[in-house]
């Protein structure tokens, strides 16, 4: 509970740097880097010895190769982020595979060997866990993946309580699609049923999780664009219809948002009082433009680091709501 609490303090938010190997390289790809351990090093290296990011980061996701890492100048990442007062946290999930006898869905797997797994995250000094959950609207989300979903969220929430971990329960909707807001809201409604139903029937306790969902938006294929206002007005209704005051943090993903889009809507939403702490936990909106702005240049990492400060910051405001553009 007092970690939950800490990682979902006022102006603070959690930066998801844990992409898989796979999709890291992906990233690196996009500024014409190869996809080798030090250069993914070099980057999250650059990410976690930002000057000043404890002010407006309170937990950071790593994916396994990243927790056991040593920066260049020898202090492990861990140490690293525990000096900026940043909570390190770790990915746990192991990816998803399709699902048999779906809508051409996928499942998500992880939770063999998951207690030990989370015994050692803990030693090498993790306090978190992240598993991640997809739901897909264009498919015509099945009962049995979308209970499925939930109910390995639920199993792996109540494994990482008992090893100390709190962790994060990622049911993410996927953008992906060309349906209308409501939809949208509609499938997050029934899954959102599901993971709590199953959370409760697990005895996981409430107030040391943190859930990390999407917001209620139009698919991205949909030529209607919601204004911040409207995205904020489903997603606070969605969050008062189905999540108990006793989580303590929303932690949104941005699924694809723009940076901009991102903050906007986070500002939007906690423009009045609501009685979670509701933030972010953004990858591509906080690294998007840092990746810009390296290159994979030396001479290139302050400006990176600034241009991740200044993310850092804008959604730091726009989770006390007060985010001026
Ligand atoms: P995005 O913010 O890029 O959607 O990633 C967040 C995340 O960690 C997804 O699991």
Same mark, same amino acid.
């Given at each position: ?19 898989? $190997? ?16 030090? $250069? ?16 407006? %980061?309170?937990?950071?996701?790593? =994916? ?9 100048? &020898?202090?492990? @990442? ?7 007062? %940043? ?11 399709? @699902? ?27 306090? =978190? ?29 109540? %494994? ?11 049911? #993410? ?7 209308? %807001?409501?939809?949208?809201? #509609? +499938? ?35 030529? $209607? ?21 006793? +989580?303590?943090?929303? @932690? =949104?993903?941005? &699924?694809?948002?723009? #940076? ?19 933030? =972010? ?16 240049? #030396? ?17 730091? @405001? ?8």
């Amino acid at each position: 509970m007092a970690t939950a609490k800490k990682v979902a303090s006022p102006g603070h938010g959690i930066l998801a740097m844990d992409e898989s $190997n796979a999709t890291c390289g992906k990233r690196l790809d996009s500024i014409g880097l190869e996809n080798t351990e030090s $250069n993914r090093r070099a980057y999250r290296e650059l990410l976690v010895t930002t000057p000043g990011l404890g002010e407006y %980061i309170s937990g950071a996701i790593l =994916f396994e190769e990243t927790l056991y890492q040593k920066t260049s100048k &020898g202090p492990s @990442m861990v140490d690293v982020l525990n000096k900026q007062g %940043i909570v390190p946290g770790i990915k746990v999930d192991k990816g998803l595979v399709p @699902m048999a006898n779906s809508n051409n869905e996928s499942w998500c797997q992880g939770l063999d060997g998951l207690a030990q797994r989370c015994a050692e995250y803990y030693k090498a000094g993790a306090r =978190f866990a992240k598993w991640r959950g997809v739901i897909s609207i264009p498919a015509g989300p099945s009962m049995i993946a979308m209970r499925d979903t939930a109910y390995g969220l639920a199993r792996y929430a109540a %494994i990482a309580q008992a090893a100390g971990l709190v962790p994060i329960v990622e049911p #993410e909707v996927m953008l992906d699609g060309d349906h209308e %807001i409501d939809r949208t809201l #509609e +499938v997050a409604e029934a899954t959102w049923a599901e993971t709590f139903k199953y959370l409760a029937d697990n005895k996981v306790l409430f107030e040391g999780i943190l859930l990390k969902p999407s917001m209620v938006t139009p698919g991205a294929e949909n030529p $209607n664009r919601s204004t911040p206002e409207q995205v904020a007005d489903y997603t606070l209704k969605l969050l008062t219809r189905r999540v108990p005051p006793a +989580v303590p943090g929303i @932690m =949104f993903l941005s &699924g694809g948002q723009s #940076e901009l889009e991102a903050t906007m809507n986070l500002n939007a939403m906690n423009k009045s009082p609501n009685p979670w702490h509701v933030s =972010f936990s953004y990858a591509r909106a906080l690294q998007n433009s840092v990746l810009k702005s390296w290159q994979g240049e #030396e001479k290139n990492v302050a400006a990176a680091q600034q241009a991740l400060l200044k993310r850092a910051k804008a959604n730091s @405001m726009a989770q006390l709501g007060k985010y001026d553009p």
